[in-house]
């Protein structure tokens, strides 16, 4: 059983731009959040998409976005790229409405 | 407000003592308590459910809900048991975890 997959696994960016993640939930979860984890702040809750609706959002700038698609893939897009967006942000998915998340391996992001 | 507390950035023990790693929480309502785990290189794992109430690894965890605690312990770390620990908290009805800032496990020889 294929485990959660992120990509692309390492992605540099000027700052300014905008990137997009994406993130494929193991078949059959429906349930996909996304985390930003660094060195100072840990690990952040970004939002959380169930069946194609996002049913909660941490506390993040709107410049920070997602959406789920019909076959549970997720992307998250980030605008206007700033230095302290540099991260690496996780994909998880569960099958049940709540709890006992599968983690990615994540994406790298580093904004120059 | 919710909040998960890991006082500890760092817990060194000898191979074959044992270990406890503090998490506190503060939650208004009935929380799901979680442990993950992360390995050198390696992606965060579940590693407990206080829900399941099992064992993993010779790990155990107790919520007590009088001193909002889920602490975990094992009575005798491996060295292979060195990793990233970190407490998690997730409302019963929604996927929104609160993580703890993690504790790092140093296993000695």
């Known amino acids: 059983k294929a485990g959660v997959t992120q990509t692309p696994r390492y992605l540099i960016k000027t700052r300014g731009q905008q990137v997009t993640l994406s993130c494929s939930p193991i078949s059959g979860h429906r349930s996909v959040s996304w985390y930003q984890q660094t060195p100072g702040q840990g690990l952040q809750f970004l939002f959380e998409y169930f069946s194609e609706t996002q049913r909660n959002k941490g506390n993040f700038p709107g410049r920070f976005s997602g959406r789920q698609f019909s076959n549970s893939r997720s992307e998250m897009n980030v605008s206007t790229l700033e230095l302290g967006d540099s991260a690496l942000y996780l994909c998880a998915s569960s099958w049940r409405t709540v709890g006992g998340y599968t983690f990615g391996s994540g994406t790298r992001l580093t904004v120059v | 407000a919710q909040r998960v507390t890991q006082p500890e950035k760092l817990l060194s023990v000898f191979k074959g003592a044992p270990v406890e790693l503090k998490c506190n929480y503060s939650y208004s309502g009935s929380p799901e308590l979680f442990w993950y785990v992360q390995y050198s290189r390696q992606r965060l794992q579940l590693l407990l459910r206080h829900i399941s109430r099992e064992s993993i690894k010779g790990f155990t965890a107790d919520l007590n809900k009088g001193e909002t605690s889920f602490h975990l312990k094992k009575p005798f770390a491996q060295e292979e048991d060195s990793a990233m620990y970190y407490c998690?908290?997730?409302?019963?009805?929604?996927?929104?975890?609160?993580f703890g800032s993690g504790t790092k496990l140093n296993v000695k020889p």
């Open positions: 998690a908290l997730s409302g019963f009805y929604f996927n929104k975890f609160y």
